[in-house]
C-alpha cells in the first residue's frame, strides 16, 4: 500500500510532497507531528543531506500518529464487540460493577504494553523466557539419556522436545509444593488480585492455583471447600481453569510459540478472565464466604513419593496430550478430505470463514486473517497443541503483528475437550458439584473463548 503526504517544513511557506510505504513508515518510533513548534527534538544537522530528511522524518512521525491511533480505534471496537457477548449471556447485568470493570480493563492495558513494548517489560519477560529455556535444555538431558540422542538429531520433535519436558517441569512443581512454597505464593498474589478484582479471596486464590498446578491438580487444593461452594462461585473457579494454563506445560508451548508471547498471555489471560467474570458472572464477597484452607496435597508422603508421584502424574498428562494430538489431527484430515470432496472446501477453511471477522476484530491484518481464523477454530475444535502445530506450516507467511496476536489468543485451555476435564477433576471430588459444571459446560467454553480473544485485542493494541 503507498500513499502520499504533504509535508510542511520548518518554513511554513515551503511545502514537499513525499510518496512512500507506509509499511516503512509504520516501523518508525518517532513520536511528534508535523510543525516545528509541536516538534522540539527538530535538529538542522540531524537531518543533514546525508542523513534522514526531515521531511521524512515528519512523514514518518505523521504516519505512526495515524496508525497508533487506529489500533486504539480498532481495540475500542473489539472491547465493546466482546464484552457486549459477555453481557448476552450474563448471570446477572444489574449487578455488574462498572468501577472494578474500567480498573481492570486500565490494569490489563498498562501490564500488555509493558510486557510487550517496554524496554524493561522485555527484559522481564525475556528473563523468563530464558529461565524456561534452561528447564527445556535440562529435560532433554533426560530425554537424550533415554533416546540415544533423537533429541539432539531433531527426530520425533513433538514427543521428545515438547511432551517430555512437561515430566521434569512437574517434577519441579511438586518440590515446591512439598516445601510449601506454591501456597505462599498463592496466598500472597492471590490477597494483591483480590484487592483490585472486586471479586472474594477463593477466586483470587484460585487464579494463581489454577495457572500454577494445573486444571485436575488444583481443585483437588479446594476439596474441603468444594461441597460449601454456590453454583456461581463453582463457574467462577471452573471458567478460571479453563481459561488459564499450567506452569507444567508452558515450556512445551516456547517450544513451538516465540517465548515472550506466551509468558506476556499468562498475564493476560489472567486479568481478561476477571474481566469477562465481572460481566458474565458479577458476584460480590460476602460476610458467608468460606475461610480458604488450602488442602496440603500428599503431606503424608515422604519427600521421593512425593516426587515419583508428580514425575509419573508429568507421564501422564504427555500421554494424555500425545493421545489426543494423535486422534485430533486424524480425525481433522478425515474431515478435511470429506470437506474437500463434498463442498470444494476443507473444514478448516470453513471454519476459517466463520472465525475470520474475530480474528480481524482482535487486531490481525485482513490479509492474514482468514488463515488465522483457522488456526483459531482448531484450537476451540481440538485443543491449543493441536492449533500451534497447524500454525507451524503457515507461520513463515505470516506478519510478525499476526503471529504475535495469534500467539497470545493461542496460550488457553479454551476448547471443549477442557469441559471434560474440568468437570471430571471436580467430580472425582464432589459428584453433585461435577454435575453443575457440566451443565454449564457450553457458557464455560463461550466465556473461555471471549477471554482469549479479549487477550489477542490487548496483544493488538500494544504491537
Not at 246 to 254: D, F, T
Not at 352 to 363: D, E, K, N, Q, R
Request: net charge positive; hydrophobic share 55%.
Amino acid at each position: 500500500m503507498r500513499i502520499t503526504l504533504i509535508i510542511y517544513s520548518v518554513k511554513y511557506s515551503e511545502i514537499k510532497i513525499i510518496t512512500t510505504n507506509i509499511k516503512y513508515l509504520e516501523e518508525t518510533s518517532l513520536f511528534s507531528v508535523i510543525n516545528r513548534n509541536r516538534f522540539p527534538f527538530y535538529d538542522k544537522n540531524k537531518f543533514s543531506p546525508g542523513h534522514l530528511p526531515y521531511s521524512l522524518a515528519v512523514a514518518k512521525c505523521f504516519s505512526f500518529n495515524v496508525v497508533s491511533n487506529m489500533n486504539i480505534l480498532h481495540f475500542i471496537l473489539a472491547l465493546f464487540v466482546i464484552l457486549a457477548l459477555a453481557w448476552l449471556v450474563s448471570f446477572d447485568r444489574k449487578t455488574i460493577r462498572i468501577r472494578y470493570l474500567v480498573q481492570l480493563i486500565v490494569i490489563e492495558a498498562l501490564l500488555a504494553f509493558f510486557f510487550l513494548n517496554s524496554d524493561s517489560g522485555l527484559s522481564i519477560i525475556n528473563a523468563v523466557s530464558g529461565f524456561f529455556g534452561h528447564l527445556l535444555a535440562f529435560a532433554a538431558d533426560g530425554s537424550d539419556f533415554v533416546f540415544g540422542g533423537m533429541s539432539k538429531a531433531g527426530l520425533a520433535f513433538i514427543f521428545l522436545g515438547v511432551l517430555c519436558p512437561i515430566i521434569f517441569i512437574s517434577a519441579l512443581i511438586g518440590i515446591l509444593q512439598h516445601f510449601r512454597i506454591l501456597p505462599v505464593i498463592i496466598r500472597v498474589v492471590g490477597l494483591l488480585l483480590s484487592k483490585v478484582n472486586g471479586m472474594g479471596k477463593l477466586e483470587s486464590f484460585n487464579a494463581i492455583s489454577s495457572l500454577i498446578l494445573g486444571q485436575s491438580e488444583n481443585f483437588i487444593a479446594y476439596k474441603g471447600v468444594l461441597a460449601d461452594l454456590s453454583s456461581r462461585r463453582l463457574f467462577t473457579m471452573a471458567a478460571t481453569a479453563m481459561s488459564t494454563v499450567s506452569l507444567a506445560i508452558v515450556g512445551a508451548y516456547m517450544t513451538m510459540l516465540e517465548p515472550k508471547y506466551v509468558v506476556a498471555a499468562l498475564i493476560l489471560n489472567m486479568f481478561s478472565t476477571f474481566i469477562i467474570l465481572t460481566i458474565i458472572n458479577p458476584t460480590r464477597p460476602g460476610t458467608e464466604e468460606p475461610e480458604i484452607k488450602l488442602e496440603k496435597l500428599h503431606e503424608s508422603q515422604s519427600f521421593f513419593e512425593m516426587l515419583g508421584e508428580y514425575i509419573l502424574a508429568g507421564f501422564k498428562v504427555a500421554m494424555i496430550i500425545l493421545a489426543m494430538l494423535i486422534g485430533f489431527i486424524a480425525l481433522i484430515s478425515a474431515v478435511n478430505a470429506l470437506f474437500a470432496t463434498v463442498f470444494g472446501l476443507s473444514f478448516q477453511q470453513i471454519l476459517g470463514y466463520v472465525f475470520y471477522p474475530f480474528a480481524w476484530l482482535v487486531g490481525i491484518p485482513h490479509g492474514d486473517a482468514l488463515a488465522a481464523a483457522g488456526i483459531m477454530a482448531t484450537k476451540l475444535v481440538a485443543n491449543e497443541f493441536v492449533a500451534m502445530i497447524e500454525l507451524q506450516k503457515i507461520i513463515t507467511t505470516l506478519s510478525p503483528r499476526s503471529l504475535g496476536i495469534l500467539s497470545v489468543f493461542l496460550v488457553s485451555f479454551a476448547n471443549f475437550a477442557s469441559i471434560g476435564i474440568v468437570a471430571g477433576a471436580i467430580k472425582g471430588l464432589n459428584e453433585q458439584q461435577g454435575n453443575v459444571v457440566s451443565r454449564f459446560g457450553l457458557r464455560l467454553v463461550y466465556g473461555a473463548t471471549l477471554v482469549s480473544l479479549l487477550s489477542a485485542a490487548f496483544a493488538g493494541l500494544v504491537l
